[in-house]
């Protein structure tokens, strides 16, 4: 059984004249996920926006490195099983769906 503790994502975009850095940092405690998102253009303060999640809403769910190993093995094997569909964080933050 494997469960993400925590991960880290930042993007940095070299933009003239206001660059843009944005960061998602995920934490996983005893009720669920904290997702905290930072958004960062030129100067300007940052803004932060924060989710919450609780255990049951996040059953099942498949962040971006379990995602990729599970396409590996879906490749392997040639097959995709009908109804594929997993809990996710999109680009957002917010819990959406993926589907295979």
């Known amino acids: 059984q494997l469960e993400t503790l925590e991960q880290e994502e930042q993007e940095c975009l070299e933009l003239r004249p206001h660059p843009t850095e944005k960061s998602t940092h ?4 005893q009720h669920g996920m904290t997702v905290t998102k930072t958004l960062q253009e030129g100067e300007a303060e940052p803004q932060c926006q924060s989710f919450s999640y609780s255990q049951a809403e ?7 490195g379990a995602s990729l190993l599970l396409l590996r093995v879906l490749a392997r094997r040639h097959t995709v099983p009908p109804g594929l569909i997993f809990p996710a964080i999109d680009t957002e933050g917010r819990l959406c769906t993926s589907s295979y």
């Open 26 to 29: 995920m934490v996983s405690h």
């Open 58 to 64: 996040l059953r099942g769910l498949l962040l971006e």
